[in-house]
């Protein structure tokens, strides 16, 4: 490393203050223990080259705010080919707009060259942009992100925030979301923007500016346009990141959940049942324990199931283990075609439905086998969360959890039960040979 990049290291791990405004203003200390390593390295690296470069978005936002950021970005005027010149360890990827992973063990870093406006042309009838690869600078750059306290940059050699919007480090300050530009027209642009609005105003605990509030309930049919893999993974985000209940209760409030998930009930037990689910995964996930969308999946689709499995029974003469199965089936299929669920949480979630059945069958050596299952775990929390919703199931409950710390003596007496045995059907005497005369 050169003597500058040495002097600017240094630097960067005595930041003091950062500044308001385009150039400066006042300061601020920020969490300078936070601050990646690796992604100081790229911004050295870059200015060695004679490019500018600088950390941007989300991680700037949290250091501000005290959070620690979950990854740093950095965006600068190279190219995508000019920055994996200078990197070995990174690699090129997108169709849409071109970005740099620059890889440090298992901590990636990625770079993104400053945007410009898109190309008009490359937009289909609805406004979504089909191609975003347009370079430009640093102020067209701030202006094509999507809210302003997104838009904020630090710059390492003389240790500021530039907010290029003049607004982004005041709705910081007063814990507001404003959309960059004109809501219809960025979201329409990228309709997935409004679950980032959704999903920030959860995990930032802020406000949504009025005119955000209106425009997303407006146009959130324009979310059944977005490819169903691609929902999915937002949908990741928005119930795995440890704020999954508040972020359901805005969903409902901005009416994008029935988008979403158009077969779920979202009210009574069932509603109960799923913001109860949605709260066990955020305490887990505030521990450290491990958690799947299965269990989610699970439980915001469960009213449809029982439902339909329901139907089946009474009306087509199902036996209850295929109206079961069937219902599953089609329940998942309906959802396919909004949310694709891969089949790694869909059969687990599947499966986690039709063990409830299961769990009333306490006789014989059933319980047994049923325990060892490797689904039991989740069917079982599954069954208390439908108690808790307010299924009356509490004996059953009871009866589970006893079961499962019992000792085998115990176990043989609760599975014993009073059955009566059927009786042997008799078998017809064979008639004796008659003897020769």
């Given at each position: ?10 630097s ?32 050295l ?6 490019f ?20 740093f ?54 406004g ?45 300050a ?46 959130a ?20 990141a ?24 979202e ?22 324990s491990?958690?799947?969308?299965a ?11 029982e ?72 069917a ?58």
């Amino acid at each position: 490393m050169s003597c500058l990049a040495c002097d600017l290291l240094h630097s960067l791990h005595a930041i003091k203050t950062h500044s308001v405004g385009k150039k400066s203003n006042s300061a601020e200390h920020l969490p300078r223990s936070e601050i990646s390593l690796e992604a100081l390295k790229v911004v050295l690296r870059l200015t060695e080259q004679g490019f500018t470069a600088y950390l941007v978005g989300g991680c700037v936002r949290d250091l501000l705010l005290g959070l620690k950021p979950k990854d740093f970005d950095v965006a600068t005027n190279a190219t995508p080919q000019q920055v994996h010149k200078v990197f070995r360890n990174s690699r090129i990827i997108g169709r849409r707009f071109q970005i740099v992973h620059v890889r440090f063990g298992r901590e990636i870093i990625e770079v993104s060259t400053f945007r410009a406006q898109h190309n008009q042309q490359k937009s289909n009838d609805a406004g979504h942009v089909l191609d975003d690869n347009v370079f430009g600078s640093f102020e067209s750059d701030a202006f094509r992100r999507d809210f302003t306290v997104n838009a904020l940059y630090y710059c390492a050699t003389d240790e500021r925030v530039l907010d290029p919007t003049d607004q982004g480090l005041n709705d910081l300050a007063s814990k507001q979301l404003r959309l960059i530009g004109d809501p219809a027209t960025r979201f329409k642009e990228d309709p997935v923007r409004m679950l980032r609005a959704v999903r920030f105003k959860s995990k930032l605990k802020f406000d949504l500016a009025p005119i955000l509030e209106q425009k997303i309930i407006d146009l959130a049919h324009l979310l059944g346009e977005i490819p169903p893999a691609r929902l999915f993974e937002e949908t990741l985000k928005l119930f795995m990141a440890g704020f999954a209940q508040s972020t359901y209760l805005a969903l409902c409030q901005y009416q994008i959940s029935v988008i979403l998930f158009p077969t779920m009930a979202e009210e009574g037990q069932a509603e109960a049942l799923i913001q109860l689910a949605l709260k066990s995964t955020d305490d887990r996930i505030a521990i450290g324990s491990p958690v799947t969308p299965a269990f989610i999946f699970a439980a915001l689709l469960w009213a449809p199931f029982e439902n339909l499995k329901k139907a089946l029974i009474e009306k087509d003469d199902y036996s209850r283990n295929d109206a079961a199965a069937v219902a599953a089936d089609q329940v998942f299929h309906q959802q396919q075609a909004v949310i694709s669920i891969p089949k790694r949480f869909s059969i687990p979630a599947r499966e986690i439905w039709l063990l409830q059945d299961r769990l009333e069958a306490r006789r014989g050596k059933k319980p047994l086998r049923l325990i060892a299952n490797k689904r039991f775990r989740a069917a079982y929390d599954f069954l208390l969360l439908r108690r808790d919703s307010g299924e009356n199931i509490s004996a059953l409950c009871d009866w589970w959890t006893e079961f499962q710390t019992a000792d085998e003596d115990r176990q043989q007496i609760m599975t014993r039960g009073n059955r009566t045995q059927k009786p042997k059907k008799s078998q017809p005497k064979a008639e004796a040979p008659l003897k020769d005369s």
